[in-house]
């Protein structure tokens, strides 16, 4: 079948770099897309991959290897407001996708 | 400004029911979809649409149905609500369909099924 790991929790300081996981297992995947949910709020978009390699927006960075069936967010210079939880996403020729189970990202002081 | 609207933030209902969650965009998108999510489960896939009058099942339709009748809407509906079926349901809109275009979700309806 089809799905999206990733670690559920991650613990990282503010003004640190934090790398959050995302593995699959399917065939035929197009790319990977990743979005962030603040607790009670909607998931908003962040980034996409839809080749290999680092796509980079301000402070989030994305990637994506098709071989290894793997991809990253990163994050820099963390902020008390990045605490939320990060969704991958990825799906076919379709409009198909399916999510992650989730990365609840908490950032201290 | 993009926006997606659904019709409650919170409903709650008894088993049996038939429930109706709403959904509106602005954004003159051809394709929605209806989502639940569940702690430790992410988001999974009930119905999707491409078209007016056009749907098709996610991963999990059992107990759902869907309409759209016109473009910015598409609604779900549980025939008869079951306690199981408590969860937040998310809606959401994009125009393509690349796997990797962007969605736009609505706040959310926390239904509870009592």
């Known amino acids: 079948g089809q799905s999206l790991e990733q670690p559920s929790e991650v613990t990282a300081v503010e003004g640190a770099i934090v790398q959050m996981n995302c593995t699959y297992q399917?065939?035929?995947?197009?790319?990977l897309s990743w979005y962030q949910q603040h607790d009670g709020g909607a998931p908003t978009f962040l980034s996409y991959?839809?080749?290999?390699g680092l796509e980079e927006t301000g402070r989030f960075s994305s990637f994506l290897s098709r071989s290894d069936s793997y991809g990253y967010l990163l994050l820099q210079e963390l902020q008390m407001k990045d605490s939320a939880s990060y969704f991958c996403?990825?799906?076919?020729?379709?409009?198909?996708?399916?999510f992650g189970t989730g990365t609840l990202l908490a950032v201290q002081p | 400004d993009v926006k997606v609207t659904q019709s409650s933030r919170y409903l709650v209902k008894r088993t049996g029911e038939k429930v109706f969650l709403e959904c509106v965009q602005d954004?003159?998108?051809?394709?929605m979809f209806w989502y639940r999510q569940d702690p430790g489960l992410g988001l999974r896939l009930i119905y999707f649409?491409?078209?007016?009058?056009?749907?098709e099942k996610g991963d999990i339709p059992e107990g759902y149905s869907v309409s759209r009748e016109k473009k910015e809407r598409f609604s779900l509906i549980l025939e008869s609500a079951s306690t199981n079926q408590t969860s937040m349901y998310l809606c959401?809109?994009?125009?393509?369909?690349?796997?990797?275009?962007?969605?736009?979700f609505g706040p959310g309806t926390r239904l509870t099924v009592t």
């Open positions: 649409s491409y078209d007016v009058k056009m749907k």
């Open positions: 399917t065939s035929g995947f197009y790319g």
């Open positions: 954004m003159d998108h051809e394709n």
């Open positions: 991959n839809a080749l290999d």
């Open positions: 959401a809109s994009k125009t393509g369909t690349g796997a990797t275009d962007e969605q736009y």
């Open positions: 996403s990825g799906g076919g020729a379709t409009n198909k996708l399916i």
